[in-house]
C-alpha cells in the first residue's frame, strides 16, 4: 500500500468516529454459533479490534493485523479495557505483501477488506476444520469500483471450502465457510 494510502487510512481512524466495543461484524452475527471457543484466529485489515476483541474474549488467541498504526493502536487499547492483552495480538502488517507469517488458524477473518491475491494464502492459513467468515464490498446493489467484488466472486474464489451460508446485497458480499 502506498505511504498515501496508509496516511489516508490513520487520518481516518484519528478522527475518531464512534469506536464500537468488541463484538462480531453484524453480517455474520447470525452465525455466531459456528466459531469455536478455544483455537486460534487471525483477523485480516482488523481496524480498531472490535471483532478480535470479541473473538478472544470467546477463548482463542488472537492476531490482528492492520496497515493503519493508529487504527492498531487503538486495537491494542481495546484489548487492554477488556483486559484481553495476553490472547490478543496486533500488528502493523501490509496486506499488499501478502499474510504475515504464522501457523494454521481456526478462525480467519476478514470484515470490509478484499485483496484478490491473497485469497489462495487465506485458504491454506486455515487448519483443518477452520472457518473462514468474509464480508467484502460488492457490485451487487452497488456502482461497480475498484473495491468492489464482482457477483459471486467469494463464492468462487473459496469454492474448495465447505459453504455455511453466503450472500449479496446492499453493496456487500459475504461468506462464511470451513475447510475439510
Known amino acids: 500500500m502506498s505511504d498515501h494510502d496508509r496516511r489516508r487510512w490513520d487520518d481516518t481512524y484519528r478522527q475518531g468516529r464512534a469506536r464500537p466495543g468488541p ?3 453484524d453480517v455474520f452475527a447470525r452465525h455466531e454459533h459456528a466459531f469455536p471457543r478455544g483455537g486460534t484466529a487471525l483477523e485480516l485489515a482488523c481496524g480498531t479490534g472490535a471483532a478480535a476483541v470479541w473473538l478472544a474474549r470467546r477463548g482463542l488467541r488472537v492476531h490482528g493485523v492492520d496497515v ?6 487503538q486495537a491494542r487499547a481495546l484489548a487492554e479495557a477488556a483486559a484481553v492483552t495476553p ?3 496486533f500488528e502493523v502488517h501490509d496486506l499488499d505483501t ?3 507469517a504464522g501457523e494454521p488458524s481456526d478462525v480467519v ?4 477488506f478484499r485483496d484478490e491475491r491473497l485469497d489462495g494464502q487465506i485458504i491454506e492459513r486455515l487448519a483443518p476444520g477452520g472457518l473462514l467468515a468474509i464480508c467484502v464490498l460488492s457490485e451487487v446493489g452497488a456502482a461497480p469500483g475498484r473495491f468492489r467484488a ?3 466472486a467469494l463464492r468462487t474464489a473459496f469454492a474448495e471450502l465447505e459453504l455455511i451460508d453466503a450472500g449479496e446485497g446492499a453493496g456487500l458480499a459475504w461468506l ?3 475447510k475439510q
Not at 493503519?68 to 493502536?73: G, H, K, N, P, T
Request: a positive charge; aromatic letters at 0%; one cysteine or more.
Open 109 to 112: 477473518l476478514c470484515n470490509r
Open 87 to 89: 490472547v490478543c495480538r
Open 23 to 25: 463484538g462480531l461484524p
Open 98 to 100: 501478502g499474510l504475515p
Open 150 to 152: 464482482r457477483p459471486g
Open 176 to 178: 462464511v465457510a470451513r
Open 68 to 73: 493503519s498504526e493508529v487504527a492498531v493502536e
